[in-house]
């Protein structure tokens, strides 16, 4: 399975971004992590394979995860940002129990 992230930018604080994820295969479950220099990678929102999601308490309110039909492509809804959002965010894929990583994709939000 390869992962494309994409969609990661600069914005400024109280603004939105959407990443997407393509995987090459459809996929079970996915999500989006995160990581900032020194710090572990940290979950942001994951989404099952029935399609439940769930979500870090940080994003709660603010970070939509979605996924379309094909459970190709994912999708992260950032609203509101703040600076403590600024991150590397990298998507997840799990298949036949097996977790395969994209490349990270860069958020700076500014204040």
């Known amino acids: 399975v390869q992962l494309q992230a994409s969609g990661g930018g600069l914005v400024q604080v109280g603004g939105s971004l959407t990443l997407s994820c393509a995987a090459s295969v459809s996929t079970y479950s996915m999500g989006w992590y995160r990581q900032t220099l020194g710090k572990q990678r940290e979950l942001v929102a994951a989404?099952?394979?029935?399609?439940?999601?769930n979500y870090a308490d940080f994003g709660k309110g603010r970070f939509t995860i979605s996924r379309d039909n094909s459970k190709t492509t994912m999708y992260l809804q950032m609203n509101s940002l703040k600076p403590e959002d600024t991150a590397v965010y990298y998507c997840?894929?799990?298949?036949?129990?097996?977790?395969?990583w994209g490349q990270g994709t860069l958020v700076t939000v500014s204040s």
């Open positions: 997840l894929a799990i298949k036949l129990g097996r977790q395969y």
């Open positions: 989404i099952t394979v029935g399609e439940i999601p």
